[in-house]
Nanobody, 124 residues
Framework: QVQLVESGGGLVQAGGSLRLSCAAS????????MAWFRQAPGKERRFVAA????????DYRDSVKGRFTISRDNAKNTVYLRMNSLKPEDTAVYYC?????????????????WGQGTQVTVSS
């Protein structure tokens, strides 16, 4: 079973940048599609970005396209989320998630392994 640990969250001013990391341990990272979701206070958890094992054609929610970049280093069993031009509405707990298979999806129920989350706060 893959276990996920997120890091890299924090407090940043609007317009700033952060890079989140999600380190996978346990069984092989190979073949897993990885994703980031986020949950703002009082709101449902929502899809942010996803990337399959090959790293080709990552998927993003519209509101982060052009600002966020998801990537992975399979040799290090780590997936990243680079967040630029941050806005106060990006404030949320960010979760890393994994699912077996090569097809990224935006549906959180299809991801069966989750990290504990890391807080990102963007001040105006």
């Amino acid at each position: 079973q893959v276990q996920l640990v997120e890091s890299g969250g924090g407090l940043v001013q609007a317009g700033g940048s952060l890079r989140l990391s999600c380190a996978a341990s346990g069984r092989t990272f190979s073949g897993y599609t990885m994703a980031w979701f986020r949950q703002a206070p009082g709101k449902e958890r929502r899809f942010v970005a996803a990337i399959n094992w090959s790293g080709v054609n990552p998927d993003y929610r519209d509101s982060v396209k052009g600002r966020f970049t998801i990537s992975r280093d399979n040799a290090k069993n780590t997936v990243y989320l680079r967040m630029n031009s941050l806005k106060p509405e990006d404030t949320a707990v960010y979760y890393c998630a994994a699912k077996a298979g090569m097809v990224p999806t935006t549906t959180q129920n299809e991801y069966d392994i989750w990290g504990q989350g890391t807080q990102v706060t963007v001040s105006s």
